[in-house]
T-cell receptor, first 114, second 109 residues
Framework: KAGVTQTPRYLIKTRGQQVTLSCSPI?????VSWYQQTPGQGLQFLFE???????NKGNFPGRFSGRQFSNSRSEMNVSTLELGDSALYLC?????????????FGQGTRLTVV | EDQVTQSPEALRLQEGESSSLNCSYT??????LFWYRQDPGKGPEFLFT???AGEEKEKERLKATLTKKESFLHITAPKPEDSATYLC??????????FGKGTRLSVIA
């Protein structure tokens, strides 16, 4: 059974550019969440999608956005990149949106902003 | 607001030296407490879910326990391959997972 797939694995962008990250959840999983991980802050929640609807959003500026498609695949976009956006971006998929459901993570996309 | 505090931040053990990692939480109505293992440069790997106080789960050298205020991850006779960062997260109601900052475990041969 294939796990959560995130592409690309590594990305280097320049300040001011925008970037789109992709996440394919485990087959049959309908909930996708995104997290930003940095050494100082740990894992911080970005947003959660279920059946193409955003259910929750973390405390990040509007430059961070996301969406989910009908096949449950999800993308997140960061516009006007800043140096502080350099981080490991992690996607997690769950079978449902129930709060006691296990979340399974992908390998992440390492974004470096220069 | 849900909060998770993990201690210690880092732990260095000799191979075979058993120990425990702590996860203290403050949450309004715990629906699940989750343990993950994360290797450098990789995504977190799911280990356990605990739902109610008194519950225990085991997997190889790892055993997770839960009380009303904290969870412990006990590591029995660890091996170098157990070296990783161990993350604890809680979920309450319809809020997203709230993670602690993790315990970085090093097991020396």
């Amino acid at each position: 059974k294939a796990g959560v797939t995130q592409t690309p694995r590594y990305l280097i962008k320049t300040r001011g550019q925008q970037v789109t990250l992709s996440c394919s959840p485990i087959s049959g999983h309908r909930s996708v969440s995104w997290y930003q991980q940095t050494p100082g802050q740990g894992l911080q929640f970005l947003f959660e999608y279920f059946s193409e609807t955003q259910r929750n959003k973390g405390n990040f500026p509007g430059r961070f956005s996301g969406r989910q498609f009908s096949n449950s695949r999800s993308e997140m976009n960061v516009s006007t990149l800043e140096l502080g956006d350099s981080a490991l971006y992690l996607c997690a998929s769950s079978l449902s949106a129930a709060p006691n459901t296990e979340a399974f993570f992908g390998q992440g996309t390492r974004l470096t902003v220069v | 607001e849900d909060q998770v505090t993990q201690s210690p931040e880092a732990l260095r053990l000799q191979e075979g030296e058993s120990s425990s990692l702590n996860c203290s939480y403050t949450v309004s109505g715990l629906r699940g407490l989750f343990w993950y293992r994360q290797d450098p440069g990789k995504g977190p790997e799911f280990l356990f879910t605990l739902y109610s106080a008194g519950e225990e789960k085991e997997k190889e050298r790892l055993k997770a326990t839960l009380t009303k205020k904290e969870s412990f991850l006990h590591i029995t006779a660890p091996k170098p391959e157990d070296s990783a960062t161990y993350l604890c997260a809680v979920n309450s109601g319809n809020t997203p997972l709230v993670f602690g900052k993790g315990t970085r475990l090093s097991v020396i041969a």
